[in-house]
């Protein structure tokens, strides 16, 4: 896959062009089991430590939420019963659920199919427990009256990760792939051991009792998946397709409780902790990483060893990539302009390309076949970064060059430029040297680092509005801003950036 350009025609009639086909056609939907497993267990648990009830809750939800493997699928792992279905987050904001549910499938922007029945649990059984309880509520009864003020105004907002949680992290990948999640629970276990009696009832200790508890809660939830593999190998009369299905099994009784042997192994590891984050907590941007530099190890093994070439290889990326398209977030209709559009794309990154922690250029062959599955699905997930160094390959920029020119989405990021920029705002050298993306546009260090990108949207526009009406908001026709001069007094250009900065500051 290192040369030729890759494009959707040419998979048409295979294995991705039929499951792009199908998610691409799939309609959007409502799927609310989450929020009634959650809530199930939230009631019997609400009196416990967060950190448990949480936890509690996650385990509940990964042994009931449904099990579904697709025809012609080979990375498996599904966030919802529906093809394209966006599960509820009451916990975070409630309201708008009420306001929204009986609509959510009359709408003319993101419209959501949901039944009849569907919307009288949600608003019978799921909501009413909500009550009193969200993170809306809580933050509302801790916010300063001038913020307050200041979000009735549209100067800023934080609905939109209130309603699902601000994400915009990568995980630490590279560890569960090489201890498996068997070996962190070890670890885990052996730090809470280690702690005093009087600890191990503490916010720490509870902290490693519910750490250990959702891991086991993900290799079971990887089990009930190896078990609807082999129970569909026996149903199937295909021998390609049983033996498929066999593989599956396997991998999913292996990986993630098991450190990762093979390519498919390591991507389906990578996969299940990727989605069950997204299971958990809803939070946009919950990104892969610079999964060239993730996999590699898995993906030289194989190729080493004949068991695998780069053009199956190629598919398995492409495979991994079309299932983020499976995960959308359905946004309360009044903020579905600041969201992420018709879609409600979720900003899952990943990123290629660039230098290592030494300095060096980290280009490797899993960097073109990377780059070559996602020209050939063209989806719009995941965000797609291209690392670019003074030392990238000219072979490899022009590549990526050439398909964004034919029109597939990439981001460019400029290694030279980003990493220094890092290392001034506190990362180590190595960590910035290895960052990967969240979020529409932000370098991040991988797995080590919350950087809360996006938890605020400021309406820088709006500083513009003032500057141009002496202070006054022209919505709600009252002073928000400072007297900074009425335009008609301006002169100069740098008399409306002054007045500009002046608001901004303000």
Not at 344 to 369: E, F, M, P, R, W
Request: with cysteine.
């Amino acid at each position: 896959m290192e040369t030729a350009m890759a494009s959707p025609a040419m998979f048409a009639d295979t294995r991705l062009g039929r499951i792009r086909d199908r998610i691409i056609g799939a309609p959007q939907e409502i799927c609310i089991e989450r929020a009634r497993y959650l809530t199930q267990a939230m009631t019997r648990n609400w009196d416990k430590n967060p950190l448990t009830r949480m936890s509690l809750a996650l385990s509940h939800i990964l042994s009931h939420i449904s099990i579904i493997i697709r025809e012609d699928e080979r990375i498996i792992g599904c966030r919802t019963s529906k093809l394209k279905g966006a599960p509820l987050f009451p916990e975070n904001k409630a309201r708008w659920i009420e306001g929204d549910v009986e609509n959510f499938d009359r709408r003319v922007v993101q419209r959501a199919l949901i039944t009849e029945t569907e919307k009288t649990e949600v608003l019978q059984d799921i909501l009413p427990f909500w009550k009193g309880r969200t993170v809306e509520e809580r933050f509302e009864k801790m916010l300063p009256p001038d913020i307050a003020t200041d979000m009735d105004k549209y100067i800023f907002t934080i609905m939109l990760e209130i309603t699902y949680g601000i994400g915009h992290f990568t995980m630490d990948h590279p560890k569960v792939l090489r201890s498996g999640l068997s070996g962190i629970i070890s670890d885990a276990e052996q730090k809470f051991a280690a702690l005093p009696p009087e600890k191990q009832s503490s916010e720490t200790g509870l902290f490693y009792q519910a750490a250990i508890r959702s891991m086991r809660a993900a290799i079971h939830f990887a089990h009930r998946y190896a078990d609807e593999a082999e129970s569909l190998s026996q149903k199937t009369t295909d021998s390609e397709r049983w033996l498929e299905l066999e593989t599956m099994a396997k991998i999913c009784r292996h990986v993630p409780e098991h450190p990762a042997r093979t390519f498919q192994e390591a991507i389906q590891s990578l996969y299940f902790i990727h989605l069950i984050a997204q299971i958990e907590s809803g939070g946009n941007s919950i990104s892969l990483g610079r999964i060239d530099q993730v996999l590699w190890p898995y993906y030289q093994r194989d190729i080493e060893t004949g068991a695998i070439t780069p053009g199956e290889a190629g598919e398995l990326i492409a495979l991994l990539f079309l299932k983020t398209n499976e995960i959308w977030n359905v946004l309360e209709e009044a903020y579905i302009p600041g969201g992420e559009g018709t879609e409600g794309k979720t900003t899952q990154n990943v990123t290629v390309g660039g230098i290592d922690i030494h300095g060096k250029d980290a280009t490797n062959a899993l960097s073109y076949i990377c780059l070559d599955a996602y020209a050939a699905i063209r989806t719009v997930q995941p965000n797609f970064g291209v690392r670019i160094s003074s030392q990238t390959p000219e072979l490899f920029f022009m590549k990526a060059a050439s398909y964004a020119k034919d029109g597939v989405l990439l981001h460019f990021f400029n290694d030279d430029a980003i990493v220094p920029s890092l290392m001034e705002a506190g990362h180590t050298e190595a960590d910035a040297r290895d960052y990967g993306v969240v979020g529409c546009l932000e370098p991040n260090a991988q797995g080590k680092s919350f950087g809360s990108t996006f938890a605020v949207q400021f309406s820088g526009i709006k500083c513009l509005e003032l500057a141009l009406s002496n202070g006054i908001d022209n919505i709600f026709g009252y002073r928000t801003g400072l007297e900074t001069g009425v335009p008609d007094s301006f002169e100069r250009f740098e008399d409306i950036w002054n007045a500009y900065d002046s608001q901004m500051t303000h």
